[in-house]
């Protein structure tokens, strides 16, 4: 199967070079030629197979340029028992009968971009080879705080590849921050950015355009690539997990085979929804697909009017990683159902670039309709539905997770649809322990001033969950990466981390 870019029909190439590429070079994203499909006698045999062996049948149909073993390679290395606690990898969490919570958080870093992530470094190296690039591959990334991480995990020890992070001195949390000035492994890289993300981003933007440095890094046989989630080799891989999650469903009893579902899905830049889209176009029976944003609430205003606009107050939320105005992935969604539309896709890509908005077409809004309800939820309703869940079901949900599902219960209130439904979780309540606690002992000061370790604690005795593994032993572990570097410096951290 061959990719091309949303804008330009003519770019046109494989799964690999797409990877390895990331973006188009017009600016447009790659997407595939078509889209496969699966029978229902195909999904039902998947409720017998493991994570991995789903990943395959999944994945096999859209990196058509692999070798079976490349896929299987890649699969097995980054789905394993020891990084994700479980053989499951996602497990589906019942809350009731007709309620589930599919828990994509099991990974290293607690939080759901594992599961991209940890493959991605893998599907990246195997096309490099593939196509016969000979060159070590050195990833920059500029983060807010989740990804750089989730990239670090992803890429430590991968033969091939260095990566090099950086992060704003004021714009992580404590948690995050530790979590990656204590990253090992021998060849990565982190180092501070004095200032804030735009700073970091800015930097790194300059690196990727730098000629100069291009030529000289190439020299040295290196080449520069980026780990974001527009890169097919990122949304491939959570298209994986709403399968898996359907076929668990079976297995369990919960549903059967064909019965239709909603999927609820807390939503930022629009990746994770985009691939619950894609599962519904290749076979899976989905009634409705459900996007929950925070008071950040462009997209919920998008499907409900067709008007996209992105010129609103920024909202900073309980959930930041959905504090996001623009929301990269939905181009696909667009280029989709508009029939494959190039010219009017370019066109409104364009209109957003100039003024921060624009409105779809009639077709378009008609769908939107058909395929997604939408909703979003303020802070306080947020932590009312942790609260609310927990005293109900003893279960205790993270920020983002709890948008997701106070969006769902506003959706079953105005339409009564008894579907039964998967609602996406996104990250492990220790990530975001002071909010989860404030929402849970009633008290919106609790956490200020206190110990990271001490809320995790405090976390684990209320909802009678061990600490993860890997938040638990931030405490210990040494810091290996202390450098700060100004704005204009970042050009020579990656010098002397290539030694160039
Ligand atoms: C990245 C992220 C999201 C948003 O996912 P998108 O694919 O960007 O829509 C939601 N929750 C958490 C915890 C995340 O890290």
Redo the contacts with the bound molecule.
């Keep these: 199967m061959n990719y091309h870019s949303t804008r330009n029909k003519e770019i046109s190439c494989t799964a690999g070079q797409a990877i390895i590429k990331g973006l188009s070079p017009d600016g447009g994203l790659f997407v595939p030629d078509f889209i496969p499909e699966f029978s229902l006698d195909e999904i039902s045999k998947m409720a017998q197979m493991t994570y991995k062996e789903r990943a395959y049948a999944v994945l096999s149909k859209y990196l058509t340029d692999f070798s079976e073993d490349d896929l299987k390679n890649c699969i097995a290395s980054a789905y394993t028992k020891q990084k994700f606690g479980t053989d499951s990898i996602a497990p589906s969490y019942r809350l009731r009968k007709g309620e589930y919570i599919l828990e994509l958080w099991h990974g290293p870093t607690c939080?759901?971009?594992d599961m991209a992530l940890q493959i991605l470094p893998h599907l990246l190296v195997t096309s490099i080879k593939k196509e016969g690039v000979n060159k070590e591959v050195v990833i920059l990334v500029a983060t807010s705080g989740?990804t750089g991480k989730a990239a670090l995990e992803g890429f430590a020890d991968v033969d091939g590849t260095r990566i090099s992070v950086f992060y704003p001195n004021d714009g992580v949390s404590k948690t995050q921050k530790l979590q990656m000035v204590t990253q090992s492994g021998n060849n990565v890289n982190v180092a501070a950015v004095n200032g804030n993300f735009d700073d970091a981003q800015s930097g790194v933007k300059a690196i990727f355009t730098d000629k100069d440095f291009e030529n000289l890094a190439n020299t040295h046989n290196f080449m520069l690539s980026s780990a974001n989630?527009i890169n097919w080799g990122r949304l491939a891989p959570q298209i994986v997990y709403y399968f898996s999650s359907y076929a668990d469903l079976i297995k369990g009893q919960e549903i059967n085979c064909g019965e239709k579902i909603n999927i609820v899905?807390?939503?930022?830049?629009?990746?994770?929804?985009l691939a619950a889209y894609y599962a519904k176009k290749m076979g899976l029976p989905v009634n409705k697909l459900i996007c929950a944003s925070n008071s950040n609430n462009v997209l919920t205003d998008f499907i409900e009017t067709g008007i996209y606009d992105r010129n609103r107050k920024f909202n900073l939320t309980i959930?930041p990683?959905?504090d996001?105005l623009i929301?990269s992935?939905l181009e696909r969604f667009l280029y989709d159902v508009s029939g494959n539309n190039n010219q009017e896709i370019a066109d409104y890509m364009k209109k957003l670039a100039e003024d921060g908005k624009y409105e779809v077409s009639d077709k378009i809004k008609q769908k939107l309709a058909e395929i997604f309800s939408a909703g979003f939820a303020s802070d306080d309703e947020t932590k009312q539905t942790i609260k609310a869940v927990f005293d109900k079901y003893g279960y205790t949900m993270?920020t983002?997770t709890a948008v997701a599902y106070a969006v769902y219960k506003k959706y079953v209130s105005k339409t009564n649809d008894e579907t039964k439904t998967i609602i996406a979780s996104?990250?492990s309540p220790f990530k975001f322990s002071s909010s989860v606690m404030q929402a849970l002992t009633g008290d919106n000061s609790y956490g200020k001033n206190m110990d990271e370790f001490d809320i995790l604690e405090a976390l684990s005795e209320k909802s009678e969950e061990k600490v993860p593994k890997a938040l638990q032993e931030l405490k210990t572990k040494p810091v290996i990466f202390d450098v700060t570097c100004q704005k204009d410096e970042l050009m020579q951290v990656i010098k002397d981390f290539l030694r160039l």
Excluded: E, L, R, W
């Design positions: 939080a759901f971009k989740d989630s899905v807390p939503t930022g830049n629009f990746g994770n929804i959930s990683s959905m996001i929301s992935n993270d983002h996104t990250a």
